[in-house]
């Protein structure tokens, strides 16, 4: 099989890479190792900053976005029983975010690519990147019990954290920085209207909790628990009651219970790997780097490193120069470590680690205090969780 782009993962970063190529008129293949149905049903992010929003409709993937996900004004931060709004708009010169599921955003650019795009083959899953510094990188992969093997122009790694991808970069051209935090997030999914109408963010002396939803009938809620927990450990009354402490306030607002349909825990890491090229091998999303999900960047990181890559390849084609595919690594890394800042400022905000002191506890309120007094401290927060701005100047990821 041969190609111009070979695209390993159909992630988020696998399927947006290979409709923007398709736009273009470049020809790509898909390579996903797990079946259809896990792709389109693995919970993970839920919220879309405005430019992930933008390329999505500059794609045509945002048709039923549009219609069903639901636009965020802000979130609140909730401490010491007190509640604060963070308007977004006011503070942004206009920007939100969106509220859709990675699952559905898996959905729509799946059915795009099956209608009219290039192969996209499910349990078809890479061995290995070879030959990434030659002219005609190569990825053999097994498919439905065959080995075959994916000639191309450029492969692209979207194959997540435990891809394999990242393994073809010599140790000698590589670095790695990474953080690992001593607790995790207790996920779930239940069948009841979200308790607020948006996101909460909420520091308790007992650790952090995140109200959530995915639509006007599911809420998805979090809870900060020691790493190494079982979902299995927590029964669905335990995890309600230790909602329901963390998240109490002075007024009447209450938290509505209804039935759990889903429960999982996930571990919480910081992590990047420089550079982001090798060769004709190109990183993009988990597979080069991870951030704690506090400041809901991961998908977002991964939208960036598709559309500047996608960018860079028209642009070579289009000009014969090779400078925007030779700065990918350095533009993309920029962006990520803002994000990388900005995460693990917002999960250290807001969890209690296990030695964590009473000074610490001061401290956390006196930052939060700060956000909820100061428009300068306030906006910050804003235009980090509005989203960095993509490579170039604006959001067409064509342009
Ligand atoms: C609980 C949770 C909540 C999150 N919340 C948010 C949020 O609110 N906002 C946000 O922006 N981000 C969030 N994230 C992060 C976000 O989900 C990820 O950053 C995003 O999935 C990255 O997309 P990706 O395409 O790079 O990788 P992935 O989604 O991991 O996709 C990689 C794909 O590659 C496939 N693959 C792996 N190895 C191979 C192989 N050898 N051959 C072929 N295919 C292979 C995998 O099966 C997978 O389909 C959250 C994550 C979690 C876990």
């Known amino acids: 099989m041969r190609t111009t782009v070979g695209i390993i993962g159909a992630g988020p970063a696998g399927l947006l890479l290979a409709r923007l190529l398709h736009r273009a008129g470049i020809d790509s293949v898909v390579l996903e190792s797990r079946d259809r149905a896990y792709v389109e049903h693995r919970q993970r992010a839920g919220i879309l900053e405005q430019g992930t929003v933008d390329v999505l409709r500059a794609a045509g993937a945002g048709e039923r976005m549009d219609r069903e996900g639901l636009r965020h004004d802000g979130i609140e931060l909730r401490f010491d029983r007190r509640r604060h709004r963070v308007d977004f708009p006011a503070l942004t010169g206009g920007r939100s975010v969106m509220v859709y599921a990675q699952t559905e955003v898996c959905k729509d650019l799946i059915a795009l690519q099956l209608a009219d795009g290039g192969p996209l083959l499910f349990e078809a899953e890479a061995l290995a990147v070879e030959d990434a510094t030659g002219d005609r990188p190569r990825v053999p992969f097994r498919h439905q019990g065959r080995e075959d093997v994916l000639e191309c122009d450029y492969v692209v790694g979207c194959d997540g954290f435990w891809g394999v991808a990242r393994n073809a970069f010599p140790a000698a051209a590589s670095r790695v920085f990474e953080r690992s935090y001593p607790y995790a997030w207790l996920g779930i ?20 909790a995140l109200l959530s939803m995915r639509s006007p009938s599911v809420s998805r809620l979090y809870l900060q628990v020691p790493a190494g927990t079982k979902a299995e450990e927590w029964s669905d009354d335990a995890v309600w009651a230790e909602l329901e402490r963390r998240f109490e306030t002075d007024d009447d607002w209450t938290l509505e219970r209804g039935p759990l349909t889903q429960k999982s825990v996930t571990p919480m890491r910081s992590f990047v790997h420089e550079p982001m090229r090798h060769g004709r091998l190109f990183l993009a999303g988990d597979a080069a780097h991870i951030v704690p999900p506090t400041g809901a960047k991961g998908l977002n990181l991964a939208v960036g490193d598709v559309v500047t890559f996608a960018r860079a390849l028209v642009h070579a084609q289009e000009t014969g120069s090779p400078d925007l595919l030779d700065a990918y690594s350095a533009t993309c890394l920029r962006r990520i470590w803002q994000a990388e800042r900005f995460s693990y400022d917002m999960t250290t905000l807001l969890h209690s680690a296990p030695d964590a002191t009473a000074f610490d506890a001061r401290l956390q309120l006196a930052r939060l205090e700060r956000i909820a007094s100061s428009r300068a401290a306030e906006t910050d927060l804003a235009e980090a969780y509005t989203g960095f701005p993509l490579t170039g100047a604006g959001n067409n990821p064509c342009a």
């Open 189 to 208: 999914l239940a069948d009841v209207a979200p308790s607020h109408d948006e996101l909460v963010y909420a520091r308790h002396d007992r650790g952090f």
